[in-house]
């Protein structure tokens, strides 16, 4: 049965990439062989993504926050996607959030709405009062979802093994992509990690001395009311931030409560970032609301992204380089985050750089998007070779979507002029973190540490070179050029002395012997090499190095 169901949702599949005009896609379903994949158009595949469906729409949502992989039309087309999905009606709603509710639903809530207010492609979300009277925002997860998930997911890991076998496969490494883009959507699937995320977002947020963390709001999570199916809470009253009279009015006063908003919205979004290291990934329009009461709420948490220390200080630096147009810090940065693919060329990825950045030098902060330029960097690096780490490509999604964003509600905002007065801050807090005192304690321990291990350190040194034991591991990259060269002439000397050996040993054979069989012997040595020599002559005449 569940053979028989895969096999119709292949049939599916392959019937909308053909009706899309996607050919290769067709070929691969059709058990065709896996040449180099032919990607269709940021439209085409925008299109096929929308009409197979939730899970395919997830999908495309997830690899709009790569652009560590994808070029920015592709991203930018990718962002746009939204599922078309139709919510499930009330009937089968209210015996599915009965069922999953951890007692009778009178014990809990006041009423429930059954019919959604708002719908997704893994849950919908559905309004609610507690016995106490707080409103409550519930979101549920569509009944059925995980069946439809698990097929999609499966035939798409079976897609990626077959692409893996190509070159294309290989460079962008689509086993491991298929591999993550399972763990996310199962993740999603869990309303806990969401919960989790949302709740480690809002303590995060509660404290700041960039901002007043009252104007700022992360809805509260019920607990006692949440599971991996259902989550509960707080209801914030307000609307998308952009379809506000704030947004729209012309107004002095709504030009000053629209600056005060951006500046809070990039120094939340900074201090996530550059402070904590968890920030949201997904802040597009719809998900920053403004509430009735002049706050601002960030909603939808399901996905987050995570910066270590040592990346958040390298994307500082990062961003200093860009607002400075230095190409060669760019260079350094781009090769201590990423992973060659192969050996780098440093003076093309340097050349690079400085051509992308010589595009935007002398224009007004106002006319410079830095999370455009971010993105091409990463692209520029992907072309030469070198692999970003996720998530420093969901860092750059998240940027651009909230620069995107900050700019829709207010147009003369410019990322680079909110975040320079905040350098020094940044600066202060990644050399001596959040406590000073503990930091100096911590340096001081690894000193400690150092003294006490470099003496014995040392003495083993030493006694490995009386031993001549030690051992040298040294690589040299740029030699391998050097390496086939020296192999091709070493080849070439054995050749050419073949060919001699051969002459000399047809002419030993014509002078010694006068039977008809030396002669014919003869002649096949002299024709051999012959040949040889003239094969000879011909590849070093090919290869242009005859001088």
């Not at 883009?181 to 949302?198: M, P």
């Not at 900050?406 to 147009?411: K, S, T």
Request: glycine share 6%; hydrophobic share 40%; net charge neutral.
């Amino acid at each position: 049965m569940l053979a028989s169901s895969r096999m119709s949702r292949q049939g599916e599949i392959v019937e909308v990439v053909f009706r899309n005009g996607w050919d290769y896609m067709r070929r691969l379903l059709s058990g065709g062989k896996a040449d180099e994949p032919d990607i269709p158009t940021p439209e085409v595949l925008r299109n096929i993504l929308t009409e197979l469906g939730p899970v395919y729409v997830k999908f495309g949502q997830l690899l709009s926050t790569r652009p560590d992989l994808l070029p920015a039309r592709y991203i930018e087309a990718l962002s746009s996607l939204q599922s078309t999905v139709k919510p499930v009606p009330a009937s089968q709603m209210e015996p599915f959030i009965r069922q999953n509710l951890p007692g009778p639903v009178e014990n809990y809530f006041q009423s429930i709405e059954y019919s959604a207010i708002a719908a997704g492609s893994i849950g919908q979300t559905h309004r609610a009062i507690l016995k106490d009277g707080r409103q409550v925002a519930i979101k549920v997860q569509r009944p059925g979802i995980e069946k439809l998930v698990e097929h999609d997911m499966a035939l798409i890991r079976d897609v990626a093994r077959l692409v893996s076998a190509s070159q294309f496969g290989q460079r962008y490494n689509v086993v491991d992509l298929a591999y993550e883009f399972s763990e996310a959507i199962r993740s999603e699937l869990d309303f806990t990690t969401e919960a989790e995320y949302t709740d480690l977002l809002r303590r995060n947020l509660q404290d700041s001395p960039w901002y007043d963390p009252k104007q700022l709001v992360v809805p509260e999570i019920f607990w006692d009311l949440t599971n991996s199916k259902l989550m509960v809470m707080e209801w914030l009253d307000g609307a998308p931030i952009l379809t506000t009279p704030v947004a729209k009015d012309d107004n002095e006063k709504a030009a000053r409560k629209r600056e005060q908003i951006t500046t809070l919205l990039f120094r939340a979004f900074f201090k996530q970032y550059f402070v904590d290291g968890f920030f949201h990934a997904d802040p597009h329009p719809g998900n920053i609301f403004f509430l009735k009461d002049g706050r601002v709420a960030l909603l939808d948490c399901g996905m987050m992204g995570r910066l270590d220390p040592r990346t958040r200080a390298t994307m500082t630096e990062m961003v200093l380089a860009i607002a400075s147009s230095d190409a060669q810090r760019c260079t350094q940065i781009a090769l201590k985050l990423t992973e060659p693919l192969q050996p780098t060329d440093i003076a093309k990825l340097e050349s690079d750089f400085a051509r992308l950045m010589g595009r935007y030098y002398g224009l007004s902060l106002e006319k410079v998007n830095t999370a455009e330029v971010f993105g091409e960097i990463l692209e520029a690096g992907t072309q030469n070779d070198l692999r970003w780490p996720a998530n420093v490509g969901l860092f750059t999604k998240s940027l651009a979507n909230l620069e995107g964003a900050a700019r829709q509600f207010n147009p003369h905002v410019n990322l680079l002029s909110e975040v320079r007065p905040l350098m020094a801050d940044l600066f202060r807090y990644q050399l001596a973190g959040e406590d000073l005192v503990q930091t100096l304690l911590r340096t001081g321990l690894e000193f400690r540490n150092l003294s006490l291990e470099s003496p014995r350190q040392f003495a083993f040194l030493l006694d490995r070179l009386s031993a001549e034991t030690l051992r040298w591991n040294v690589r040299l990259s740029g030699l391998e050029g050097m390496r086939r060269s020296i192999d091709d002439a070493a080849n070439r000397r054995a050749y050419s002395t073949v060919v001699a050996a051969l002459i000399i040993g047809a002419a030993i054979v014509s002078t010694n012997q006068q039977s008809s069989q030396g002669i014919i012997l003869s002649n096949i040595l002299f024709a051999a090499a012959t040949f040889l020599g003239l094969w000879l002559v011909v590849s070093i005449l090919r290869s242009g190095r005859l001088r």
